[in-house]
């Protein structure tokens, strides 16, 4: 079936980097862009970026800028978001999500990852 | 960035009731909204895209209006399963922007 597994929790310290994977499987992986979306506790929801696996483009919210990477792997059909210059407020669940329509009307988050849990202390 | 606005930020309602949530963006969008579920330690689910559409798989008490600038989520008849937090998105621009959110709790 369709499905995002993504890697498990993380604890870091602050000021250090983190790598979150996401592995696509039941469907054609170049075909459809990624997108990242973090939730603080008890907070909403928040979207971090967006990656186009086959040509690897990306675009990051503006807030990020200059310390979220997000790269693709085609051999391996994973994604990755990096995080780095670490601090408390980014400890969160951080999800992976597909988008099945990017630029069109469909352009939703249809399937998502599991979450993985990232503690900045 | 286009600013989601869902009122009311949380709900109190009985099994069997009709429950209806709004999503207010800052700017037309056309139909370019989208709703999710989202339960205690689980990843939200897409209900609703486009607006109106509904997603595979989802009961068809579940149901989206609106356009331009003003949508609607409502529940028909709300099941036990249904209690947990619903949030609006929009999907006409980057960077994408989500509602606060709107939680449904038993009465």
């Known amino acids: 079936q369709v499905q995002l597994v993504q890697s498990g929790a993380e604890v870091k310290k602050p000021g250090a980097s983190v790598r979150v994977s996401c592995k696509a499987s039941?469907?054609?992986?170049?075909?459809?862009?990624v997108h990242w979306v973090r939730q603080a506790p008890g907070q909403g929801l928040e979207w971090m970026g967006i990656?186009?696996?086959?040509?690897?483009?990306?675009r990051y919210a503006q807030k990020f800028q200059g310390r979220l990477s997000m790269t693709s792997d085609t051999s391996t059909r994973t994604v990755y978001m990096e995080l780095s210059s670490l601090r408390s407020e980014d400890t969160a669940v951080y999800f992976c999500?597909?988008?099945?329509?990017?630029?069109?009307?469909?352009?939703?988050?249809?399937?998502w990852g599991q979450g993985t849990t990232v503690t900045v202390s | 960035d286009i600013q989601m606005t869902q009122s009311p930020s949380s709900l109190s309602a009985s099994v069997g009731d009709r429950v209806t949530i709004t999503c207010r963006a800052s700017q037309s969008m056309s139909i370019y909204l989208n709703w999710y579920q989202q339960k205690p330690g689980k990843a939200p689910k897409l209900l609703i895209y486009a607006a109106s559409s509904l997603q595979s798989g989802v009961p068809s008490r579940f149901s989206g209006s609106g356009s331009g600038t003003d949508f609607t989520l409502t529940i028909s008849s709300l099941q036990p399963e249904d209690f947990a937090t619903y949030y609006c998105q929009q999907s006409y621009t980057t960077p994408r922007t989500f509602g606060q959110g709107t939680k449904v709790e038993i009465k």
């Open positions: 039941g469907y054609s992986f170049t075909n459809y862009y």
């Open positions: 990656i186009n696996p086959s040509a690897g483009t990306t």
């Open positions: 999500a597909r988008d099945p329509d990017y630029g069109g009307y469909e352009a939703s988050f249809d399937v």
